[in-house]
């Protein structure tokens, strides 16, 4: 309940005071996160995921860094998937689908 709360708190202040966008909240999950709009240039918005302690964005970039360390073209092979099952929405855990890191 801490996370959530911390991640409500960061969010509350990032939107009212940054011009950050919320745009969804997936608090059932193992690690609770929040999906905003950070402005950008030339007003396109960039998405981002907002966690607090959570190891799995770091074991995510780790497995990614060492893939693209093994065989240059993996990093963007694994890109590649991972937005196509997103663009499908196959890659949501909690819909019951593999997370997006199952897809690298």
Known sequence: KLHKAGIRACTDQLVSKAGFKFRRSAFKSEDPKVT???PGPSSQAISLNFSVNSTMPLHSAALLMVCGDLEPRATEL???????????????????HLPPYAWS
């Open 36 to 38: 905003l709009l950070a």
């Open 78 to 96: 694994i890109l590649l998937v991972r937005r196509w099952a997103r663009d499908r929405g196959i890659s949501h855990a909690a819909k019951g």
